[in-house]
């Protein structure tokens, strides 16, 4: 009754479901690119690593969305880069003062 008064056909149903999956997998894949380090490395070691290749990581991310929005690369680019770089700042910065 409700998917009739919604108009949500099983077609929408199994889109939806299988967006949800590739998001799932987006932020699993996404997480354990920062993460990968600290499980080989000394913390030490692991943070400046991880901080360099998840840059690298979001410039690339943002130069490949350049297929979907048609904007230049560079461009691009450095948007996801320079958001990405205030998102790590911002969690540096809470880490250290909740750590104190």
Do not use: C, W
């Not at 354990?32 to 913390?43: A, D, E, K, R, T």
């Not at 969305?65 to 690369?73: A, E, R, S, V, Y």
């Amino acid at each position: 009754m409700v998917t009739h008064e919604l108009r949500i056909s099983d077609n929408q149903k199994s889109v939806s479901l299988k967006g949800g999956f590739y998001m799932f997998l987006a932020y699993i894949l996404g997480g354990i690119v920062p993460l990968f380090f600290y499980l080989v490395l000394s913390i030490k070691n692991a943070l400046p690593l991880s901080i360099v290749i998840t840059l690298i990581g979001l410039f690339t991310l943002g130069m490949s969305m350049t297929k979907f929005t048609k904007q230049p690369i560079l461009k691009s680019g450095l948007r996801i880069l320079i958001l990405g770089g205030i998102a790590l700042m911002v969690g540096l910065t809470a880490g250290i003062l909740i750590g104190e």
